[in-house]
C-alpha cells in the first residue's frame, strides 16, 4: 500500500469504501455509471484532503526543526567562543581541578589572607558574606594567638563548576580593580583560573584554561598522524611506524616524569627556603621593633609589606601526583614568594642607622675598645646584685629616711635588666643565622641600641637640697660605669663625651 501513488490509494480507498457511503448517505445503492463517478469523485476528495493534510504536518515538523538548528548554531557558536580564548572544555576542566584539589586549596586560602591582611575591615567584610550565605562558602574565619586575623580553607568543593560557582559568588558586587578581585586573580591565575567580570553588571565568570602550557599542549596528540605517508590513512601505521611511535610516547612520559620528580624536589627545597625567610623576617621584624623602641630618630622604610603575605603553608601533598603545568605553577609562586621575602629582609636592614648618617642625636658609641658583648655582661652584673644600702656612709640611715625613694630605684634597676636581658636574648637568636648574627655583632646601630637602653633610666638623687646631693650607692656606681664605657648621661649631657671620637669597635 505504501508503494501505490496517491490516485492509486484514492481509487483503492474508494472501492472499499463504496458500502460504507451508501450506509452513511441513507441512501440505497442503484446501478448506473453517473452514481458510481460520483461516489469516486468524492473518495478522490477525501485522499487529496488526507495528503494535503500530511503535506501540512511535515510542513510543520519542518518548522520545528528550525529553533532545533539555530539552538545548535548558537552552542557551536559558543564553543567556538570558548575555544578562541583557550577555555577547557568542562571535562578537561574537571579532570584538571580534581587531580589538583590540595594546590588549589592553598592557593585559594593565600588569596583570602592576603585580602584581609590588609586592613581590619576587610576581615569584617568576610565575615559579613559568610553570616549571609553560610552555605556558599568553604573557608573559616579566625585568630591566631599573635592576635592575627587569617582565613582557613576548611574544605574545598568535589567539582570545578561548584568552585566556580563559589568564586563568582564571592566576588559578586565587586569590581576588577577591588583588592579581592585583584588577590584572587594574582593567587589563581597561575593555575589556569579565567575571573573576568561583565561588562554592564558586577557579576562575575570563572573559566579554566591551561595553565603554564602552550594551547597546542592540551589538544589531541596528532603530530604523529600528520607525518604519514602520502596515500596511507592516517588511522592505519604500519608496525615500524607504531614501534616508533610508541617508543616516542615512553620516552616523552619518561621524560615528564623525571621533570616532575625534578620539580617536586624543588618545590621542597623551596618550601624550605620559605620557612627559613619567614623566621628570618620574623627576627629582623623584632630587631626594628626595639631599635624604633630605642632610637626616636630611626624610621621603618616607607612602602614595606607586610611579609606574611608571602608566607606558605605547610602541607603534606603528594607532589608526584599533580600534574606537571600544575607543579611549573608552583615552583614559580614559590620562588615569587621567596624573592619578596628576601627584598624585606634586605630592606630592613639597609636601613638600620650607620655613623656617617646625618642624625639630630649621635650614635651611642663605646670607648676603650668596650665591645656590645661586654658592656652588656657588665651592666647586666651590676644590676643583677641586690641593693647595698650599707656599704658607704650613712647607708643603713639612708634606707630608713627615704625608703619610698629606695622602691622606685629598684624598679628602674628591675626594668633596665629587663631590657637588657631582651636585648641579650635578641642577640643570642640572631645566632641561629649566620648572615644576621655578622651584620649584628659589635654594629654601630646594635650599639646604640645598648647604649640608649643604659643610659635612659638614670637613678636619681634621693635628695636635692640647692648644690647638695645625696645619692644612693647605685647611683654613684652607675654614674661611673657610664663614664668608663663613655656613654653619654642622659640627665646631664657632656659636649666632650659627644664630640669624642669613635674608638669601638664598630661594624657597619
Not at 528550525?66 to 571535562?91: F, H, I, T
Request: hydrophobic share 35%.
Amino acid at each position: 500500500m505504501n508503494n501505490l501513488s496517491l490516485s492509486q490509494q484514492a481509487a483503492s480507498s474508494a472501492n472499499m469504501s463504496t458500502p460504507m457511503l451508501d450506509i452513511q448517505s441513507g441512501g440505497e445503492s442503484k446501478p448506473g455509471k453517473g452514481l458510481f463517478k460520483g461516489k469516486i469523485a468524492k473518495a478522490v476528495s477525501a485522499a487529496r484532503k488526507r495528503a494535503q493534510d500530511k503535506d501540512n504536518i511535515i510542513t510543520g515538523s519542518s518548522a520545528l526543526k528550525q529553533p532545533l538548528k539555530q539552538l545548535r548554531e548558537a552552542g557551536e557558536q559558543r564553543l567556538r567562543k570558548l575555544a578562541s580564548k583557550n577555555y577547557l572544555d568542562s571535562e578537561t576542566a574537571e579532570s584538571v581541578y580534581r587531580k589538583n584539589i590540595p594546590v588549589f586549596a592553598r592557593h585559594y586560602q593565600n588569596a583570602l589572607n592576603a585580602y584581609v591582611q590588609k586592613g581590619c575591615q576587610y576581615y569584617q567584610y568576610l565575615m559579613g558574606y559568610l553570616a549571609g550565605n553560610p552555605e556558599d562558602f568553604v573557608f573559616r574565619l579566625s585568630e591566631s594567638t599573635e592576635d592575627e586575623l587569617s582565613v582557613t580553607v576548611t574544605h574545598m568543593r568535589p567539582t570545578f563548576e561548584a568552585f566556580a560557582e563559589e568564586i563568582a559568588s564571592l566576588l559578586e558586587g565587586h569590581g576588577a580593580g577591588g583588592k579581592l578581585a585583584k588577590e584572587l586573580i594574582k593567587s589563581l591565575e597561575p593555575l589556569g583560573l579565567s575571573l573576568s567580570p561583565a561588562m554592564t553588571k558586577r557579576t562575575w565568570s570563572v573559566h579554566m584554561k591551561a595553565p603554564g602550557i602552550a594551547d597546542s599542549s592540551v589538544q589531541p596528540e596528532t603530530a604523529c598522524d600528520n607525518n604519514s605517508p602520502p596515500g596511507v590513512s592516517q588511522f592505519q601505521r604500519t608496525d615500524s611506524e607504531e614501534r616508533l611511535r610508541n617508543k616516542a610516547l615512553e620516552e616523552k612520559k619518561l621524560k615528564e616524569e623525571n621533570l616532575k620528580k625534578e620539580l617536586a624536589g624543588n618545590i621542597q627545597r623551596l618550601r624550605q627556603e620559605n620557612g627559613l625567610a619567614v623566621e628570618k623576617c620574623t627576627i629582623t621584624k623584632r630587631v626594628a621593633e626595639e631599635i624604633f623602641r630605642f632610637d626616636s630618630c630611626w624610621q621603618e622604610p616607607v612602602g614595606l609589606s607586610d611579609y606574611r603575605e608571602f608566607r606558605v603553608a605547610s602541607t603534606a601533598d603528594d607532589l608526584e601526583k599533580l600534574s606537571l603545568e600544575m607543579l611549573v605553577a608552583e615552583e614559580n609562586s614559590l620562588k615569587f614568594k621567596n624573592q619578596k621575602l628576601q627584598e624585606y629582609i634586605a630592606s630592613i636592614w639597609e636601613s638600620f642607622p650607620v655613623p656617617s648618617d646625618q642624625r639630630q642625636r649621635p650614635l651611642v658609641r663605646f670607648k676603650d675598645h668596650y665591645s656590645v658583648k661586654e658592656v652588656l655582661s657588665e651592666a647586666t652584673e651590676i644590676l643583677d646584685q641586690p641593693a647595698l644600702q650599707t656599704c658607704r656612709s650613712g647607708g643603713l640611715m639612708k634606707s630608713r629616711l627615704f625608703a619610698s625613694r629606695y622602691a622606685r630605684e629598684q624598679e628602674v634597676r628591675e626594668s633596665m635588666l629587663d631590657d637588657l636581658q631582651h636585648l641579650n636574648a635578641l642577640g643570642e637568636s640572631l645566632k641561629g643565622f649566620d648572615s644576621l648574627a655578622q651584620a649584628a655583632e659589635n654594629s654601630a646601630w646594635f650599639m646604640n641600641l645598648v647604649g640608649e637602653c643604659l643610659r635612659k633610666e638614670m637613678p636619681q638623687p634621693l635628695l636635692t637640697l640647692g648644690k647638695i646631693k645625696t645619692s644612693s650607692d647605685f647611683r654613684k656606681t652607675w654614674k661611673e660605669k657610664l663614664e668608663q664605657w663613655g656613654i653619654e648621661r642622659i640627665d646631664k649631657p657632656s659636649p666632650a663625651l659627644q664630640e669624642q671620637p669613635a674608638t669601638g669597635q664598630l661594624a657597619e
